[in-house]
């Protein structure tokens, strides 16, 4: 019997989810990328926000008759906008005169934050296979962007603004699966960009600074809005309602994957040996994370 007739239809629902966010996640950098070369990081972000809430407004209003709110869901609601905001933000400060790549990786602890998280709120036990499995994942990462990290210096506060961003997006990933079953994934969307989109209203000049944005960028954070959290977050939201934070994130981690394909076939770049063997190991290890391996059920039975 193959592996997907193993799978029983919620499995196989939520994996068909992982994967569109997946897709979504490797799709979003190229707009982006191109995007923050025209305006400043937080002012991206926002204009990225709203975007987001545009596309997932119209299928909220239709969705809202799922939603469950009361003190329970909204307040963990306002607090995944809160750690949104401040991921983001920790990502603009960790990126600032350090290098992009040395932050990507470290940020990547978001995978193993959020399984011990995971473990420790919602009782989701993480097997010895798929821990192995998101071991490999990282070393699988960490050869993609060895070319990258040679000439890099990390200084404390990039680390501890990276981790703080891996932090907050692992948390994000924890309370939502906590209340997803109360509340649609879409109508989530809607809340969080709502209240992010807020706060950081306040914050100083960047009303000013997304006014100023060129017609060009507002196309290019559109369209990085609609792979990413559009796409992307709502696809990744609906997957945890089948699958466990740590079968959803080793999913989730083909993305450098998929946009270094994409960045090969679409803008001819050629990738070198480190990235093609590391995007190799990565894609083995997500694969090690779902098949049945004999040396783990052997042990766990012990």
Request: proline letters at 3%; hydrophobic letters at 60%.
């Amino acid at each position: 019997m193959s592996l997907l007739a193993r799978w029983n239809a919620r499995t196989h629902r939520g994996l068909s989810f992982a994967l569109l966010a997946m897709i979504g996640a490797g799709l979003f950098s190229f707009p982006y990328q191109q995007a923050i070369q025209e305006a400043s990081l937080l002012a991206s972000v926002y204009g990225v926000f709203v975007w987001a809430l545009a596309f997932s407004l119209p299928g909220a209003l239709k969705t809202g008759r799922e939603t469950r709110l009361n003190w329970f869901t909204g307040g963990h609601a306002v607090v995944i906008a809160l750690l949104g905001v401040l991921g983001n933000y920790a990502v603009c400060a960790a990126l600032e005169g350090s290098a992009p790549t040395l932050v990507m990786v470290i940020t990547r602890s978001e995978i193993v934050i959020a399984m011990v998280l995971g473990w420790g709120i919602l009782k989701e036990l993480v097997s010895k296979q798929v821990w192995s499995a998101v071991g490999v994942i990282l070393f699988g990462i960490l050869l993609m962007r060895y070319e990258s990290l040679s000439d890099s210096i990390a200084s404390w506060a990039m680390v501890f603004w990276a981790l703080t961003a891996a932090f907050s997006f692992a948390s994000i990933q924890v309370l939502s699966k906590r209340i997803i079953h109360q509340v649609d994934p879409l109508a989530l969307n809607v809340i969080r960009l709502i209240i992010a989109l807020g706060l950081m209203s306040v914050f100083p000049g960047m009303l000013s600074e997304v006014r100023e944005m060129s017609g060009h960028a507002w196309m290019l954070l559109g369209l990085a809005a609609f792979f990413g959290p559009f796409i992307g977050r709502v696809s990744y939201t609906y997957a945890l309602r089948d699958l466990t934070i740590a079968r959803a994130m080793t999913i989730g981690t083909c993305a450098p994957v998929l946009t270094l394909l994409i960045d090969a076939l679409v803008f001819e770049r050629v990738p070198s040996w480190l990235e093609l063997l590391g995007g190799a190991v990565v894609l083995f290890g997500v694969l090690a994370s779902f098949l049945r391996i004999p040396f783990f059920e052997t042990h766990a039975a012990r």
